[in-house]
């Protein structure tokens, strides 16, 4: 059986080749993400307008951002929060975790709920575009219905919210 090879080295993540018996299969490498559900308040939350440019399309999203080599998923999720949003939270809370796509990556998703948010300036990096959209818990659940939510970490961590919250 042939070895592993990497096939394609990224900025982000590397592709992959590997063997599933006779059939070679292309997989993303990925460190993983942590995923923030900001509560502005108990009735609202912080979404943001993030420029895609795999989609050439400006998405309401939560925010989020790659795990650092050898970084906690949580201290991830604090460190983006600030960076895209400028809120700190008091609290940072796992909610779940998910692999958003396993047939072709074996990225890992880390949702965290954050709280007891102050704001703080950004520290946006550079190219991003990126500005914050608070809306309310229930404008969120008709964003997702009515299709204005259309990112699928959103879309999971608002649903893993609304459904299991306590």
Same mark, same amino acid.
């Given at each position: ?22 059939? &070679? ?5 990925? &460190? ?36 650092? &080599?050898?970084? !906690? ?15 700190? !939270? ?7 975790? /998910? /692999?958003?796509? &396993? ?36 404008? !969120? ?26």
């Amino acid at each position: 059986m042939p070895q592993n090879e990497t096939v394609f080295k990224g900025v982000r993540f590397n592709v992959e080749r590997v063997w599933q018996g006779e059939r &070679p299969r292309d997989v993303m490498r990925h &460190p993983g993400a942590a995923v923030i559900l900001p509560l502005v308040d108990d009735n609202h939350v912080c979404l943001i307008k993030n420029y895609r440019i795999a989609v050439e399309q400006t998405l309401l999203e939560l925010p989020a951002g790659t795990l650092e &080599p050898n970084e !906690a998923p949580e201290i991830t999720a604090g460190r983006e929060l600030e960076e895209e949003t400028g809120y700190r !939270a008091d609290k940072i809370q796992l909610l779940s975790t /998910y /692999y958003p796509s &396993p047939g072709v990556m074996d990225e890992r998703m880390y949702t965290y709920l954050a709280t007891g948010l102050t704001m703080h300036a950004p520290a946006r990096e550079e190219g991003e575009e990126i500005e914050n959209h608070v809306v309310t818990l229930n404008e !969120a659940k008709t964003m997702i219905q009515d299709g204005r939510i259309a990112d699928g970490k959103t879309i999971a961590g608002l649903l893993f919210y609304f459904q299991f919250r306590t």
